[in-house]
């Protein structure tokens, strides 16, 4: 009895040790290593946000993913690629920028649309009295609907992104349906603005991943994520002093700053932060000024110039 159990369990495990080597090894999670290798782990801004008033649960974004360095061989050929930066804290990829260049104190201030226009005028006002172009990334529902401040932004000289149409969390959704979200709201800002959105694209609630950001560079644009996010949609009844606070405690040189068109929050406290970062030597620049500012720009970045025509 006692000889046979032993047999028995010697024989499953000579067996098993045999298929095993014959397995493929169970994989491993894809991020963990590459986020261990990440230098400088920074603390994370609370993924969620939203347009202000979007009833939309954004989904859960790995903070792994985030924090991911692409490595350099996923750059695809160009004729600068080997100018395309790697060290750190520069996190641009030839897909995804999330940072400028630390090397002069520009800061993006950006400006997301999508639910309401009623702050623009005011937002609109105080760049203006600071003589500041900045960065609108614009959902093509919001351009149906307020077609007036959507051309007002871009009569002000002011850069304009592609928001998505209508802002859903871009990993659920089908290649073909990013393709078309990304399409329409690109003929709409040139019907109604007589502008292109190409090539910056920011993904709703910061929801994407590799297979998104391929396919936003396919269709001609790099995905621009951003350094400080103001709260201004994250925090309900956040006040001016607290995004003017929350934003100028983050500051760094090279920051993009995410902010919305539908906070009043942001509009009453524009003119003081302007204020703030020109006291602190910062000059505010649209998102392609700040890449362009990186003499290590990518190539997506430095075809700014030829796509936006200024
Ligand atoms: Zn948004």
Redesign the pocket.
Known sequence: MLLQLTILVVGTLAVAVYVSRWLPPTSAPERSPRAANVPQQKPREPRP???SI?PKKPPAVSTAEAESVQPPQEIPPSDNVETVPTPPPLRVTSKEVEVGSPSEKLVALTF????SAQPVPAILQALAQHGVRSTF?L?GQWIERHPHAARQIAEAGHELGN??WS?PPFTSLTDEQIREQLRRTEEIAQRVCGRSTKPLF?????DRDERVRSIVAEEGYLTIYWTIDSWD?VKRDITPQEIIARVMRRMRPGAIVLM?CGSEATAQALPQLLQALEAQGYRAVTVSELLRSDGQAPQAASSLRASQGN
């Open positions: 946000h939203s347009d979007s997301d649309a999508g639910s990334f959902t928001h998505s802002h920011r993904p709703p609630f910061g949609s919305h």
